[in-house]
């Protein structure tokens, strides 16, 4: 979800700041579907993994009960090459994960869907009362009320444990009342796994695995980092990768724990569609699949939606250093993943599965890549045009303060307005990031990851702006004393 969110905002901003001044892929052994075979998959994304310049990416492709392909392309932040072994944080595909766990629980009658959580969570209570009518179906399908703009985020990503991410709730309230909007909040995610560790008698990852990841043999899966350790993760800064530790927070909720990789999301998505070893009765996993009335395509930790006139259920997932998308499409049994130790600023993982559903239509994808280089050049391209700028601003200071010597104070405020909009957009940086992006909480420390080259360049425009009005006033200032 972040990818469209970020790449809106950055695309909103981008045109402000102008006015304001490979190894070789492991392929898995399967029948090959129609049209889609294992060298056709493979030849598409070596020609993907160029044409982007990501540091590492692994992908899967699954029709019905086989594995058509996984492989892995690149290195990671060791050096290594990535295979379809290599373990990817999939961040908010763990949503879909999360949901499956709880309907384990709903299957084997431990719960009920509808029944409310504060029943089974005594330490789920918030400053609103609304909250006590928040239904399991309610936090599954993101229409609890819960929201980034009305809980304390902070305090939920310093906790250590499940039971103290909820009891961090304590002070938050409602934007809406339950079952009445949609809204994407991780909170709702991580609030059901700490009830599936209170219905399921055990820690969350316990759970996970013997439920969930054993069942279905997917043994290079786990949530959080600590079984499962991935290699650092890169960001792209105006074009190169910087291998960076992932930003520190909670990261062993249902919101975006899990760690996993290609050939287990191979066997993930083949129990998705249907086949394989089942988890849940059918009936779960329509429900799984069915959006809700209110919910705008969106149903338990996966949305809906048309993609060439392919009817697809997809989630996608990003953290500050890794970005990750997951598709099925029930009408034909296909099932696609794309998973990558990169973050950049523009994620090219749904270009990449664009590109895989088109070829399981028979159709000719297009191979993406260059937007994230552009996009990054466009930006660099103002850095630089920013300091010079600023420096010509600078030594042409003297001369702009003597044509306004003596004029009013409120015209020289107008005239150093324009040097000035930067700095006061870039003040408020975070907040227009979090307005541009509905809400969602954004902070200073994550703006230095995926969006780098926009902060950066964004500060070099204010910085310039900042360079100039002093000088102007300083100069100014001089030549008023010199009269």
């Known amino acids: 979800m972040k990818r469209e969110l970020i790449h809106l905002a950055a695309a909103a901003l981008v045109p402000a700041l102008v006015t304001a001044l490979v190894t070789a892929p492991a392929a898995r052994a399967a029948s090959p579907a129609t049209g889609l075979t294992p060298a056709a998959v493979d030849a598409y994304l070596g020609r993907a993994m160029e044409s982007t310049g990501l540091p590492g990416m692994s992908a899967v492709v699954t029709h019905k009960d086989e594995i058509v392909y996984a492989g892995g392309y690149g290195r990671d932040s060791d050096g290594e090459p990535v295979t379809e072994r290599t373990p990817m944080r999939v961040a908010s595909v763990s949503k879909s994960f999360t949901a499956m766990a709880v309907m384990t629980l709903v299957d084997d009658g431990r719960i009920s869907l509808d029944e409310p959580v504060a029943g089974r969570l005594p330490e789920f209570r918030m400053a609103d009362p609304r909250a006590a009518g928040i239904t399991v179906r309610h936090l599954l ?37 339950p079952g009445t909007r949609w809204e994407y909040c991780n909170v709702n995610y991580d609030v059901a796994a700490r009830l599936v560790e209170v219905v399921g008698g055990r820690g969350f990852g316990d759970y996970m695995r013997q439920r969930v990841f054993g069942p279905l043999g997917m043994t290079g899966s786990a949530v959080g980092d600590r079984v499962v350790r991935p290699s650092e993760g890169f960001n792209s800064l105006y074009g190169a990768w910087v291998a960076r530790p992932e930003m520190p927070g909670f990261r062993d909720g249902g919101g975006g724990g899990v760690v996993t990789d290609a050939a287990d999301m191979g066997r993930w998505l083949i129990s998705q569609t249907g086949g394989g070893r089942r988890l849940v009765t059918p009936e779960s996993l329509r429900t799984m699949h069915t959006p809700s009335a209110v919910a705008r395509g969106y149903g338990m930790g996966w949305g809906e939606q048309d993609m060439g006139g392919t009817r697809l259920l997809v989630h996608s997932g990003n953290l500050f250093t890794y970005n990750a998308v997951q598709a099925i499409a029930p009408d034909t049994g296909y ?32 191979v993406p890549g260059g937007d994230r280089q552009m996009f990054e050049l466009v930006l660099g391209a103002i850095a630089l045009a920013a300091t010079g700028l600023g420096v010509l601003g600078a030594l042409r200071s003297r001369r702009w303060a003597g044509r306004r010597a003596g004029s009013p104070a409120w015209r020289i405020g107008l005239r150093l307005a324009p040097a000035l909009l930067p700095v006061a957009l870039f003040a408020a940086y975070p907040s227009l990031i979090s307005f541009l992006t509905n809400g969602r909480t954004v902070t200073w420390e994550q703006l230095t990851y995926f969006a780098a080259p926009l902060t950066i360049t964004f500060a070099v425009v204010a910085a310039a702006g900042v360079v100039t009005t002093v000088m102007r006033l300083v100069r100014l200032r001089s030549v008023g004393s010199a009269r």
Not at 152 to 165: F, K, N, R, V
């Open 141 to 177: 399908n993101q229409t609890s009320g819960l929201s980034d703009t009305t809980v304390d985020i902070g305090a939920t990503q310093a906790a250590t444990s499940l039971a103290g991410y909820v009891s961090a709730l304590g002070t938050g309230t409602l934007a809406a009342d």
């Open 335 to 366: 099932g696609f993943a794309v998973m990558t130790n990169g973050a950049p600023l523009y994620d090219d993982t749904y270009d990449v599965l664009t590109g895989l559903v088109a070829m399981s239509r028979g159709d000719t994808p297009d």
